[in-house]
């Protein structure tokens, strides 16, 4: 059974960082095996967004357009953990940000990609 656990989540001012964390369970981040994990985000009124993502068969990274420069996603294979680094955070990035997962890669940031998610951490983000 996949499980994804995000955290990390907070109130911060504009400008400032945050780094997400997601320990998974039931994925083994082995160099033969296949996932794809990414972070998605939904803000009140709009849709789930994209953030970024990594496959496992290249490690090849993701990233949409609205955070590139400031989001780095990265990993710790011997904790079993995904992480996002927020860095130059806006108002616009103020949201429930979601780990994500799935047995096929590669990655993509559409959401309807990914049969595993994780319950959500909160980013606030005040101007």
């Known amino acids: 059974e996949v499980q994804l656990q995000a955290s990390g989540g907070g109130l911060v001012q504009a400008g400032g960082s945050l780094t997400l964390s997601c320990a998974t369970s039931g994925i083994t981040f082995g160099p033969f095996d296949y996932y794809a994990i990414g972070w998605f985000r939904k803000a009140p009124g709009k849709e789930r967004e994209g953030i970024s993502c990594?496959?496992?068969?290249?490690?090849?990274?993701k990233t949409t357009n609205s955070v590139k420069g400031r989001f780095a996603m990265f990993s710790d294979k011997a904790k079993s953990t995904v992480y996002l680094r927020m860095d130059n955070l806006k108002p616009e990035d103020t949201a429930v940000y979601y780990c994500?997962?799935?047995?096929?890669?590669?990655?993509?940031?559409?959401?309807?990609?990914?049969?595993?998610w994780g319950q959500g951490t909160q980013v606030t983000v005040s101007s």
């Open positions: 990594i496959s496992s068969t290249d490690l090849s990274t």
């Open positions: 994500v997962a799935d047995f096929r890669p590669p990655c993509t940031l559409v959401a309807d990609w990914y049969e595993h």
